[in-house]
């Protein structure tokens, strides 16, 4: 008894028999039923998937797929997943386009999850709940007016929406699930070329919040794949929309809110445009929409901050804050009811109108109240990368200006009888042209230009900006001023205002000061050469024009002109000019040109400047150097991808020259302290400004040097930093002609001298005039010669005495009678009558001697020995040597090249002169 009981309590925890022993032993067993079901069921959630083989059901899951998007859809493998909530696990997910919008697959995900409807399996029906996809690439296509392949997806769920209103069996179809999709792509194609538009990072919401009603909710980065762009930089886009049932997309109502934020400036227009136009700033816009694409009110709101170039902070960068409201009608394209507010600096903008259907021109009209001008120079500043950044605008502008097509096409209605006949009147004595469709007025108050190499402000009181249009039917603001500009006359400005660019007209007088200060300021001082003039007023007629949003150019430079500055870059303007493009001329009379290169100053009578045509034209320019008169022409390329390939090109021309006339205008005169001093100290290399590159010519009715006269003398010329290279040049001499190339250099240090280097030719050279020269009687045919000289120095004694070189010289079928032999009876039988007479000599010493010197008569020759001495006149001695008989049949010495010559149809030709 005792036993059963031990052993019944220690069973049971209570004494045998008693009543708790059953209940707790139950109770026990519940429990343990309980936790191997429980882990029963979780060996079945954990295992029971994957055990379970789910592929043969992957084309009934596609097609479940298939029915609540509307489109074919095509998947690689199919799990089950029980927790967190029943679902697929769906592999390589492909949805396929409407074939109306391409052959790519509309949406593409390599791993996606399908959750299932709970609740409709307690029905006996396997419903998509939720789609879910991550990394995934979504297709948005346009393809023609209106249509989008989102349209057949909403009219889908549109038309599923109204059937289970109306059926109890289509009630029970499938509904579209709830779609999300995270860090996926959205591509933006046009039909079925992919643009280069896309967004990036996206999340995407799209459910149905009840049947027929449609929620959006989107966040992504807009990127583009053409270009490199800082992503961080193009900000971030949100969107938030409802979209109601209808049976097609642009019916649908809508109401859409819209924001793009954190986007700067630069990475914007590089998305936009693809280059950066070098704006900085930060921006944000937002958009509304309510209503229908047919019918939408939208109102937008556009902030920006700190908007400057990227070139230079200003101290106040621009800032603006715009709203606009207007319905858009989709289908029409038609915009109206358009209002558009913007404070800007102390004043404000509004904008009203509406833009009717695409062949229709809009109808837009513009206020402005007190707007500053600075704004509109910032706002131009932002857009161009040339306007000076000293450049500073003062004044208001304040008035309304619309614009109207029709009003041009509407026929003027008089009100009185008075005024139609005073209007007919006017239409019989001028032509009638076309009407402007712009009407108003702006006022501009207060105008004041400083900076940009200004050191007066260009300042006008008051100007009106009125329409016109004109013989191109361009429409425009116009308006006249005059300015003060140091002239007799002030001039006459005249300002055209276009949507694609401006025009500025200057005509009339302007001191030197004042032009120089709007050439400055328009970029084009330097190569124009009016920094180095000095004198009367001068007379403008010219021309600015250019486009507000100028195309890129590539970058050029030019070569140095007359006073050494670099040339600008472009056409007429540098990296501070206003102007994109500048004609017309500048004339000038009795002003004086002064170059740091010159001993003195070249006094011009008349000279007139030719803008255009991507250059700058000197012609013609009328000089006196001292006593020197002439007349020039310089052209100064303003463009030019190589510049040491394209200097300035100048024509000179002179009348008779004398050469001491030209030596006294170069080098002034002979005394210390004087303008040769001068001269001689602007040669040295330690203080001597460097030549400017030149191109060109330089020519005379005739040059006299001393005893002889060149007629016609021309030359071809290249000035360079260390002197000029005379590439030919060529003149009459002696009634033959002279021809050859020749160097000068400067002086390379203080104790040097410029030297000079030529190679000449003498063909044809009438005997009797030679001999004249020299003071012989000679007669016969011609002579020539050729040879070679250098010499170096300022005056002709420095010249004649420094002059180095060899010569040689022919003359054939002559008669000489020797007066400055040292025996004229010896000389005279051997020159009576010669066949040849060839020399070579040697120049050096202040004379030309003689070498090998023969005379060929027939069978014999002579050789002659003689010495010119250089002078005004030249003196020269001759000798006869002795006489040897050439033997017969055997050519004389020299007389074998010549008879070559001769064979060759040529005269007697001199050998090269370098060899």
């Given at each position: 008894?005792?036993?059963?009981?031990?052993?019944?309590?220690?069973?049971?925890?209570?004494?045998?028999?008693?009543?708790?022993?059953?209940?707790?032993?139950?109770?026990?067993?519940?429990?343990?039923?309980?936790?191997?079901?429980?882990?029963?069921?979780?060996?079945?959630?954990?295992?029971?998937?994957?055990?379970?083989?789910?592929?043969?059901?992957?084309?009934?899951?596609?097609?479940?797929?298939?029915?609540?998007?509307?489109?074919?859809?095509?998947?690689?493998?199919?799990?089950?997943?029980?927790?967190?909530?029943?679902?697929?696990?769906?592999?390589?997910?492909?949805?396929?386009?409407?074939?109306?919008?391409?052959?790519?697959?509309?949406?593409?995900?390599?791993?996606?999850?399908?959750?299932?409807?709970?609740?409709?399996?307690?029905?006996?029906?396997?419903?998509?709940?939720?789609?879910?996809?991550?990394?995934?690439?979504?297709?948005?296509?346009?393809?023609?007016?209106?249509?989008?392949?989102?349209?057949?997806?909403?009219?889908?769920?549109?038309?599923?929406?109204?059937?289970?209103?109306?059926?109890?069996?289509?009630?029970?179809?499938?509904?579209?699930?709830?779609?999300?999709?995270?860090?996926?792509?959205?591509?933006?194609?046009?039909?079925?070329?992919?643009?280069?538009?896309?967004?990036?990072?996206?999340?995407?919401?799209?459910?149905?919040?009840?049947?027929?009603?449609?929620?959006?909710?989107?966040?992504?980065?807009?990127?583009?794949?053409?270009?490199?762009?800082?992503?961080?930089?193009?900000?971030?886009?949100?969107?938030?929309?409802?979209?109601?049932?209808?049976?097609?997309?642009?019916?649908?109502?809508?109401?859409?809110?819209?924001?793009?934020?954190?986007?700067?400036?630069?990475?914007?227009?590089?998305?936009?445009?693809?280059?950066?136009?070098?704006?900085?700033?930060?921006?944000?816009?937002?958009?509304?929409?309510?209503?229908?694409?047919?019918?939408?009110?939208?109102?937008?709101?556009?902030?920006?901050?700190?908007?400057?170039?990227?070139?230079?902070?200003?101290?106040?960068?621009?800032?603006?804050?715009?709203?606009?409201?207007?319905?858009?009608?989709?289908?029409?394209?038609?915009?109206?009811?358009?209002?558009?507010?913007?404070?800007?600096?102390?004043?404000?903008?509004?904008?009203?109108?509406?833009?009717?259907?695409?062949?229709?021109a809009p109808e837009l009209s513009l206020e402005l109240d007190r707007?500053?001008?600075?704004?509109?120079?910032?706002?131009?500043?932002?857009?161009?990368?040339?306007?000076?950044?000293?450049?500073?605008?003062?004044?208001?502008?304040?008035?309304?200006?619309?614009?109207?097509?029709?009003?041009?096409?509407?026929?003027?209605?008089?009100?009185?009888?008075?005024?139609?006949?005073?209007?007919?009147?006017?239409?019989?004595?001028?032509?009638?042209?076309?009407?402007?469709?712009?009407?108003?007025?702006?006022?501009?108050?207060?105008?004041?230009?400083?900076?940009?190499?200004?050191?007066?402000?260009?300042?006008?009181?008051?100007?009106?900006?009125?329409?016109?249009?004109?013989?191109?039917?361009?429409?425009?603001?116009?308006?006249?001023?005059?300015?003060?500009?140091?002239?007799?006359?002030?001039?006459?400005?005249?300002?055209?205002?276009?949507?694609?660019?401006?025009?500025?007209?200057?005509?009339?007088?302007?001191?030197?000061?004042?032009?120089?200060?709007?050439?400055?300021?328009?970029?084009?001082?330097?190569?124009?050469?009016?920094?180095?003039?000095?004198?009367?007023?001068l007379i403008l007629d010219l021309r600015a024009a250019g486009a507000?949003?100028?195309?890129?150019?590539?970058?050029?430079?030019?070569?140095?002109?007359?006073?050494?500055?670099?040339?600008?870059?472009?056409?007429?303007?540098?990296?501070?000019?206003?102007?994109?493009?500048?004609?017309?001329?500048?004339?000038?009379?009795?002003?004086?040109?002064?170059?740091?290169?010159?001993?003195?100053?070249?006094?011009?009578?008349?000279?007139?400047?030719?803008?255009?045509?991507?250059?700058?034209?000197?012609?013609?320019?009328?000089?006196?150097?001292?006593?020197?008169?002439?007349?020039?022409?310089?052209?100064?390329?303003?463009?030019?991808?190589?510049?040491?390939?394209?200097?300035?090109?100048?024509?000179?021309?002179?009348?008779?020259?004398?050469?001491?006339?030209?030596?006294?205008?170069?080098?002034?005169?002979?005394?210390?302290?004087?303008?040769?001093?001068?001269?001689?100290?602007?040669?040295?290399?330690?203080?001597?400004?460097?030549?400017?590159?030149?191109?060109?010519?330089?020519?005379?009715?005739?040059?006299?040097?001393?005893?002889?006269?060149?007629?016609?003398?021309?030359?071809?010329?290249?000035?360079?930093?260390?002197?000029?290279?005379?590439?030919?040049?060529?003149?009459?001499?002696?009634?033959?002609?002279?021809?050859?190339?020749?160097?000068?250099?400067?002086?390379?240090?203080?104790?040097?001298?410029?030297?000079?280097?030529?190679?000449?030719?003498?063909?044809?050279?009438?005997?009797?005039?030679?001999?004249?020269?020299?003071?012989?009687?000679?007669?016969?045919?011609?002579?020539?010669?050729?040879?070679?000289?250098?010499?170096?120095?300022?005056?002709?004694?420095?010249?004649?005495?420094?002059?180095?070189?060899?010569?040689?010289?022919?003359?054939?079928?002559?008669?000489?009678?020797?007066?400055?032999?040292?025996?004229?009876?010896?000389?005279?039988?051997?020159?009576?009558?010669?066949?040849?007479?060839?020399?070579?000599?040697?120049?050096?010493?202040?004379?030309?001697?003689?070498?090998?010197?023969?005379?060929?008569?027939?069978?014999?020759?002579?050789?002659?020995?003689?010495?010119?001495?250089?002078?005004?006149?030249?003196?020269?001695?001759?000798?006869?040597?002795?006489?040897?008989?050439?033997?017969?049949?055997?050519?004389?010495?020299?007389?074998?090249?010549?008879?070559?010559?001769?064979?060759?149809?040529?005269?007697?030709?001199?050998?090269?002169?370098?060899?």
């Amino acid at each position: 008894m005792t036993e059963d009981v031990h052993l019944g309590h220690h069973e049971s925890g209570h004494p045998a028999g008693l009543p708790g022993s059953g209940q707790s032993t139950a109770k026990r067993r519940r429990r343990l039923w309980f936790v191997l079901a429980a882990a029963a069921l979780l060996v079945a959630v954990l295992v029971g998937p994957r055990m379970v083989n789910l592929n043969p059901y992957r084309m009934r899951i596609a097609r479940l797929i298939a029915t609540s998007l509307g489109r074919p859809v095509e998947l690689a493998s199919v799990e089950m997943r029980l927790l967190p909530w029943p679902a697929f696990e769906l592999s390589n997910l492909s949805v396929a386009e409407d074939p109306a919008y391409g052959a790519e697959p509309v949406l593409h995900a390599n791993t996606v999850t399908a959750s299932i409807r709970f609740l409709p399996l307690f029905r006996g029906r396997l419903e998509i709940g939720t789609i879910s996809v991550d990394d995934a690439s979504l297709n948005l296509v346009h393809s023609g007016p209106g249509k989008w392949n989102l349209d057949p997806l909403f009219r889908t769920a549109a038309a599923k929406a109204g059937s289970e209103e109306n059926s109890d069996e289509a009630r029970r179809a499938a509904r579209l699930p709830y779609l999300e999709a995270t860090n996926s792509r959205i591509n933006i194609k046009d039909g079925a070329e992919k643009l280069p538009f896309s967004l990036i990072n996206t999340d995407l919401e799209l459910w149905q919040e009840s049947p027929g009603e449609w929620h959006i909710r989107l966040r992504g980065q807009p990127a583009r794949t053409d270009v490199s762009l800082y992503q961080e930089d193009t900000g971030e886009l949100r969107l938030e929309a409802n979209v109601g049932r209808a049976p097609a997309l642009r019916e649908m109502p809508v109401h859409l809110d819209l924001e793009w934020s954190q986007a700067q400036l630069g990475q914007l227009a590089r998305l936009v445009t693809g280059s950066d136009p070098g704006w900085r700033g930060d921006l944000t816009g937002e958009v509304h929409v309510d209503g229908t694409a047919n019918a939408a009110q939208v109102s937008t709101r556009l902030r920006a901050t700190g908007v400057h170039r990227a070139e230079f902070a200003p101290a106040e960068p621009m800032d603006f804050d715009a709203n606009c409201g207007f319905v858009y009608h989709y289908s029409r394209r038609e915009l109206e009811n358009l209002v558009c507010d913007s404070p800007l600096g102390d004043g404000h903008v509004r904008v009203t109108g509406g833009m009717p259907r695409d062949d229709a021109a809009p109808e837009l009209s513009l206020e402005l109240d007190r707007v500053p001008l600075a704004a509109g120079l910032d706002v131009l500043r932002t857009l161009r990368s040339d306007v000076p950044e000293n450049l500073e605008a003062g004044g208001t502008v304040s008035g309304k200006i619309a614009f109207s097509p029709d009003a041009a096409n509407a026929p003027a209605q008089p009100t009185e009888r008075k005024s139609a006949q005073l209007r007919e009147r006017k239409s019989a004595q001028l032509p009638q042209g076309p009407q402007s469709p712009l009407s108003g007025s702006l006022t501009v108050e207060d105008f004041a230009l400083r900076g940009a190499g200004l050191n007066r402000p260009i300042q006008i009181a008051k100007m009106v900006l009125e329409p016109s249009q004109g013989d191109d039917s361009t429409v425009a603001l116009a308006g006249k001023v005059n300015l003060p500009a140091g002239g007799t006359a002030p001039l006459a400005a005249e300002f055209r205002l276009a949507r694609q660019g401006y025009e500025v007209t200057l005509r009339g007088q302007a001191n030197f000061a004042r032009a120089r200060e709007l050439f400055h300021a328009a970029g084009v001082a330097g190569p124009s050469g009016l920094d180095a003039l000095a004198g009367e007023p001068l007379i403008l007629d010219l021309r600015a024009a250019g486009a507000w949003l100028p195309a890129e150019a590539v970058e050029t430079e030019t070569a140095a002109v007359d006073d050494g500055a670099a040339a600008p870059e472009g056409d007429g303007t540098d990296g501070g000019a206003l102007a994109d493009s500048l004609s017309g001329t500048v004339t000038v009379h009795d002003v004086n040109w002064k170059a740091d290169f010159l001993a003195h100053g070249v006094d011009i009578a008349q000279a007139t400047l030719h803008l255009g045509n991507g250059e700058f034209r000197w012609d013609p320019v009328e000089f006196a150097y001292g006593p020197v008169k002439g007349t020039a022409s310089l052209i100064v390329p303003l463009s030019c991808t190589d510049p040491a390939g394209c200097p300035p090109q100048f024509e000179m021309h002179f009348g008779s020259l004398d050469a001491s006339t030209l030596e006294t205008a170069i080098l002034g005169v002979r005394e210390k302290g004087t303008l040769l001093s001068d001269l001689i100290e602007k040669l040295h290399p330690e203080s001597a400004p460097p030549w400017p590159h030149l191109e060109g010519s330089v020519s005379a009715d005739s040059l006299a040097l001393g005893p002889v006269t060149l007629r016609q003398p021309e030359a071809d010329l290249q000035l360079k930093d260390s002197g000029a290279e005379i590439t030919h040049f060529a003149a009459g001499l002696l009634g033959g002609k002279l021809e050859g190339s020749g160097e000068f250099d400067r002086a390379a240090s203080e104790e040097d001298k410029p030297a000079y280097a030529f190679d000449c030719r003498l063909t044809g050279a009438n005997a009797q005039a030679v001999g004249k020269l020299l003071g012989e009687a000679w007669q016969g045919g011609t002579l020539r010669a050729q040879g070679e000289v250098r010499l170096a120095g300022y005056t002709d004694l420095d010249l004649a005495s420094s002059a180095t070189g060899k010569l040689h010289v022919e003359w054939r079928h002559g008669a000489a009678s020797l007066a400055n032999a040292a025996d004229p009876a010896v000389a005279a039988p051997a020159l009576k009558h010669f066949d040849l007479w060839t020399a070579d000599a040697a120049i050096g010493d202040g004379a030309v001697t003689l070498g090998q010197s023969a005379v060929k008569a027939g069978g014999r020759s002579e050789t002659i020995k003689g010495e010119v001495t250089f002078g005004d006149p030249p003196t020269a001695q001759f000798a006869i040597g002795n006489a040897t008989r050439v033997h017969p049949g055997a050519p004389a010495a020299g007389a074998q090249s010549a008879a070559g010559n001769d064979a060759s149809g040529g005269g007697a030709a001199a050998p090269d002169a370098k060899q």
